[in-house]
């Protein structure tokens, strides 16, 4: 498997640390085949529920991008779709599909844009509905120039998602704002208004201070958080990882433009916003070997939020790694009143006792990582994907794994994999299928426990797919009542589309 670059897509958009009453979607499409959402009753404001509701009826829905596709003849404009939570889960009689050719979103569909690089939710405006955040990536910019890159907000509603904004753009050619993992939400000022978080200049930190209004101006002003160093970010996620109710934003970096001297750093959240950023150290003092991306949740339930980290990428400094990377690991760093504790991070690898499989270079474990109660025990689990793991003689097909949290942080013991070739998934594993480049976790029927989403944009040369399992406390994953749909579902172009490279969340 090829080392990975940033502009592949290995992180996930952000964890949000925002739970808000929320939304689902509506709105006019730019595909045939589409069908309207039913009118839900309006959430009411300030009221509580899934953080990615966009309609407020009760259950998680699913966003999920494709930003290489082809958009009425503009290739790599790209595109987002939605799929609306229910009782029965998932629904694909009511998908909707939204680009820059949608009726009031902001822009028009331009080749090699990537509309949906990044996506994540957040009640923006306060009004009790949860709203999808847009990057697009390589969006050109008058004062930024080409592919500075820009991010938009959909705006949920009783009717679900409706018409947008321009929350960003930006301002300078190395911005790429809304690229790949470079864009999370949350109330690092502790005013209770959610703030919008990018990197520009490769790696410094830009909020853009909430509430946001429907013209997409931010109230709360902005703020340049400066890194002194020639860092990369590779990723973002906010959460309280010390405790102290204001959201804190921490990140995977490495040094230059290589996948070299990777770390895990953190902005600790103030009344007056982002402090400097904190190196998380190891148990020797030294700088913690960090990864290509992250997430941030409460795995060991103490009250205060962990974060995990993805390694995916074989090689370049894994030589100094303890343990050694061989085929990609993920890392717990417990959260603590005085930040992350990077000497008590436990690593976990598929040749951890209890893990399905046995670590193989280029299986590039750890390449998405979301958190998650997937079994109800009240700890928070961990998924991540292998899209490089070979099934059998089938190289690259990819596969999916689910790490238990426990009072005690992650663990090995208890694992489950899902693959293609298990039994009820709909298809079989291929050649670069890349089963589980990107995951996702939500509780779409609303039975207390996270459901399972993965992304394969390898699938059928290139269209990509998606597929949805409902989760069980005594299977911790169960592939009875899995859905999966592509472009044939959507009613967009196949080609190339890459369905399945990020979800929100």
Known sequence: MATPSPRRYLSR?????????VALVACALAVPGAYAVPAQQPAAAGTTGPHD???????????????????????????????????????TATRQ????????????????????????????????????????GREDTADG???????????????????GAALASGRNTYDGLGAAG??????????????????????????VGGPFGRDGAGAGGEQVVKD??????????????????????????????????????YWAGTRDGLTPYTVVDDADGGRLQGGENLDVGDVNADGVDDIVVGRAVDGYDSDLDHPHVKGGRVTWIPGTPEGPDGARAVFVNQDTPGVPGSAEDDDAFGTDVRIGDVDGDGYPDVVTGLPGEDLG??????????????????????????????????????????????THLGDANGD???????????????????????SSPTTVVSPNGTTAFGAGTLGTVATGAGLGTAFAD
């Open 13 to 21: 958009p952000a964890r949000i640390a925002l739970a808000t009453g």
């Open 53 to 91: 509701d966009f309609n407020g009826d009760g259950y998680a829905d699913l966003a999920v991008a494709a930003p290489t596709a082809t958009v009425d003849g503009k290739e790599g404009a790209g595109y987002v779709a939605v799929l609306y939570g229910s009782a029965n889960g998932l629904r």
């Open 97 to 136: 599909v939204f680009s820059q050719n949608t009726a009031g979103v902001p822009g028009s569909a331009e080749t090699d844009d990537e509309f949906g690089s990044a996506l994540a939710t957040a009640d923006l405006d306060r009004d009790g509905y949860a709203d999808l955040v847009v990057g697009v």
């Open 145 to 163: 120039g080409a592919d500075a890159g820009m991010v938009e907000v959909l705006w949920g509603g009783p009717r679900g998602l409706s018409g």
């Open 182 to 207: 470079h864009l999370t939400v949350g109330d690092v000022d502790g005013d209770g208004g959610p703030d919008l978080v990018t990197v520009e200049n490769l790696h410094d930190l830009r909020v």
């Open 228 to 265: 002194e160093f020639d860092s990369r970010v590779l990723d973002l996620a906010a959460g309280d990882v010390d405790g102290d109710g204001v959201t804190d934003v921490a990140a995977t970096e490495n040094d230059g433009d290589e996948y070299d001297a990777r770390r895990v750093v």
């Open 393 to 438: 003689s089938v190289a690259s097909a990819g596969s999916v794994v689910v790490l238990r949290g426990t009072a005690s942080g992650l663990t090995g013991a208890g694992a489950r994999a899902v693959t293609q070739n298990t039994a009820n998934v709909p298809g079989s594993a291929e050649r670069n299928d890349g089963f589980g480049r990107a």
């Open 448 to 470: 207390g426990l996270a459901d399972l989403a993965v992304g394969a944009p390898g699938e059928n040369s290139g269209a990509g797919s998606v597929w949805y399992f409902r």
